[in-house]
């Protein structure tokens, strides 16, 4: 290879080092406005996510939560901002991914990849609502079944969360969920790729639901309600992408066969 061949070679990889870093400026550069605006309603986006406590507690009960650090609440709000600058930015972050990837493609491979970028939030924000509705006011009623009213030999015990430990708990169960809910556009893309087929993964059926099993105890609190609520999800979502692993086969098949016979 002459000097002139490696050097034909390094231009384009410099004008790609240049596409991606300004691809992932305008990137951080949405992040950072997306996070601004959700630090000014940090509070108001805080008494959203209490909403599912307080419908486990009751309209007889007032919520109350409490901070035993002077600089936690204010700690929590980045979180809070940061947690809701992700979900804000994101399609900003996709389309810069999107835009970086779809030269590299041909015309059929990005009109094959567009809809997994779709599905990718959509199925997000599934598990999130499923969180928000359904699991944790089922958690936070468990948590609440605890609590001890106070009376001769017995201690008054009362559940009095630390917002930190409030938002750590909601946002770990909305991102465990969104990221569960990934797994039937994971699994596709793989069998597009060729890497797993739709009868092996009905072969590792019986794995998959102790894996499933063993994900939701790590990644949720340790009460069964947050467990099964992650797990069963999972399993239902294994069969979904059994059955697009499947359709993506049969496309596939259908293509062959249209060249065998040409």
Known sequence: MTQEDIDASKAPLIEHLIELRQRLLKSVIAILIAFVVCFFFATDIFNILIRPFEAAAGTERSIELIYTAPQEYFFTQLKLALFGALFLAFPIVASQIYMFVAPGLYKHERGAFLPFLVA??????????????MVMPLAMGFFLSMEQIGGEGKASIQLLPRVSEYLGLIMVLIFAFGLVFQLPVLLTLLGRAGLVSSA??????????????????????PDPISQIGLAIPTLLLYEVSIISVRLVEKKREEREAEKAGA
């Open 200 to 221: 092996a993964l009905k072969q590792k059926r019986k794995y998959a639901i102790v894996i499933a099993f063993i994900m939701a105890a790590v990644l949720t609190p």
């Open 120 to 133: 990718t939030p959509i199925l997000f924000l599934i598990g999130a609502a499923l969180v928000y509705f």
